[in-house]
């Protein structure tokens, strides 16, 4: 019989923490509030998590402190967002856990339809649109996706710049510019990192998307049909749960 002590990881403790941060159903509720990757108020995210103004700050100030939240101040104004996209793809990774576990005893809403279609992942797309783009742009050969790391290629770099993204690194930006999250409603990846954001942003600039107020859903307009379409050969009436105008 072996008597070998098994040592815990270094960050065992760090990792406890961070879990027992999260595990809490309000502040778990004020995170993902926070995935729209939108600054709320105490007031606003209180509401998201169904506790009274008090209990949110309680809240807050721990998840201040656990590094998953930052407090950006402008006037009398207290905005929170979530502290790096580093924590927004955790919580994505924690939903897509939760999702292979047992059903929930609630019925699926439109809600969650629209979330499975086109959604915000902190500063990137999810989704069934998200999906098909990363996929559009690997059969291209405009990106090479392996495991969650990324590359772009050459007529990649050429294709976004005609597309009107800049891939210039940021000053003081360690991001990496090019590398995937697993997506909870799809269970495939999704592309994250700077390219992820700017191209959820050009989308934006375009018209293609339009965010829904109060949601991460993500509708997408006429003009979106047109241009995924042309842009990246997605089909997207095979996505859409609702046309809009």
Not at 17 to 34: E, K, Q, S, W, Y
Not at 43 to 63: C, D, I, N, Q
Request: hydrophobic share 40%; proline share 4%; net charge positive.
């Amino acid at each position: 019989m072996s008597t070998e002590t098994v040592t815990a990881p270094a960050n065992a403790n760090t990792i406890s923490a961070v879990a027992a941060l999260m595990g809490d159903p309000a502040r778990t509720n004020i995170l993902f509030a926070l995935m729209s990757g939108k600054a709320l108020t105490a007031t606003e995210l209180g509401y998201h998590a169904g506790v009274s103004a008090p209990t949110a700050s309680g809240h807050l100030a721990k998840l201040l402190d656990g590094q998953l939240i930052t407090l950006e101040k402008q006037g009398r104004h207290r905005y929170y967002r979530l502290a790096s996209p580093a924590v927004a793809e955790t919580l994505e990774g924690l939903t897509t856990l939760a999702a292979s576990g047992p059903k929930p005893l609630r019925p699926t809403g439109p809600k969650d339809a629209a979330m499975r279609q086109a959604r915000t992942c902190y500063d990137h797309m999810a989704g069934r649109l998200a999906v098909a783009i990363t996929d559009a742009l690997t059969a291209q050969n405009l990106i090479v996706v392996e495991d969650r790391s990324g590359m772009i290629t050459d007529e990649g770099r050429r294709f976004f710049s005609d597309f009107g993204i800049d891939l210039e690194k940021r000053p003081g930006s360690a991001r990496p510019l090019c590398r995937t999250c697993l997506d909870w409603s799809e269970r495939r990846m999704h592309l994250g990192g700077r390219l992820g954001a700017a191209l959820l942003t050009r989308s934006l600039e375009l018209h293609w998307v339009r965010s829904v107020n109060g949601t991460r859903s993500l509708t997408i307009t006429r003009d979106g049909e047109r241009g995924f379409h042309d842009q990246f050969g997605i089909a997207i009436e095979s996505l859409m749960v609702q046309r809009k105008a």
